[in-house]
């Protein structure tokens, strides 16, 4: 399985992006898919996650702001990000937890998109 993170870019504070990350291969069972912030060099924190059930989690700092979103068909997860500011610049990284067909767990993570906010 592969995620492929994409969406990221430039814009002023205010505006908006939308980030995408597509899986591909074969998923048999997915537990929860996220988005994370680089904040060191081996070292990420939460934007945004969503559970299989439905229910979400956000960082204090995009409450309001972000919301994170599946295209189940797909197998294609999002993070609209509204009302940027330069504290929201950062690389952005997905990822995805589940099981495999024969039930062992799985941790991917895609890329990093960059988001670079100006003010």
């Known amino acids: 399985v592969q995620l492929q993170a994409s969406g990221g870019g430039v814009v002023q504070a205010g505006g908006s992006l939308r980030l995408s990350c597509a899986a591909s291969?074969?998923?048999?069972?997915?537990?929860?898919m996220g988005w994370y912030r680089q904040i060191a060099r081996d070292e990420v924190d939460l934007v945004a996650l969503l559970k299989s059930e439905g229910t979400t989690k956000y960082a204090d700092s995009v409450k309001g702001r972000f919301t994170i979103s599946r295209d189940t068909s797909e197998n294609t997860f999002y993070l609209q990000m509204n009302n940027l500011n330069s504290r929201d610049s950062d690389n952005y990284y997905c990822?995805?937890?589940?099981?495999?067909?024969?039930?062992?767990?799985?941790?991917?993570w895609g890329q990093g998109t960059q988001v670079t906010v100006s003010s």
């Open positions: 291969g074969t998923i048999y069972s997915i537990t929860e």
């Open positions: 990822n995805m937890r589940g099981r495999s067909g024969d039930g062992s767990p799985f941790n991917y």
